[in-house]
Nanobody, 124 residues
Framework: QVQLVESGGGLVQAGGSLRLSCAAS????????MGWFRQAPGKEREFVAG????????YYADSVKGRFTISRDNAKNMVYLQMNSLKPEDTAVYYC?????????????????WGQGTQVTVSS
């Protein structure tokens, strides 16, 4: 069982940066694929970034590639999402998610564990 708690959201101007953190409980955290998803008002939840258990392989949605960086620290049971060059269209609730297995998947239905979400608002 894994419990996830996100933090680091807030209000930022376009072009600014935020760093989201996800604290995980559970001794098997370092075996899980971790991902970040987001959901904007009136839209479906979408994949943002994912990272394999080892941290050596990452995947990004095209919309954030080159601006966002996902990382993890297995010793601290933490996952991070560094978001740079933020745009108003990045405004959403951001969720940390975990799944057992070896593959990063973009389908949110394949993730077993979810945090409560943290709001990110980017003003123009």
């Amino acid at each position: 069982q894994v419990q996830l708690v996100e933090s680091g959201g807030g209000l930022v101007q376009a072009g600014g940066s935020l760093r989201l953190s996800c604290a995980a409980s559970g001794r098997t955290f370092n075996t899980y694929v971790m991902g970040w998803f987001r959901q904007a008002p009136g839209k479906e939840r979408e994949f943002v970034a994912g990272i394999r258990w080892s941290g050596d392989t990452t995947y990004y949605a095209d919309s954030v590639k080159g601006r966002f960086t996902i990382s993890r620290d297995n010793a601290k049971n933490m996952v991070y999402l560094q978001m740079n060059s933020l745009k108003p269209e990045d405004t959403a609730v951001y969720y940390c998610a975990g799944r057992s297995g070896r593959l990063v998947l973009v389908d949110d239905g394949r993730y077993e564990y979810w945090g409560q979400g943290t709001q990110v608002t980017v003003s123009s």
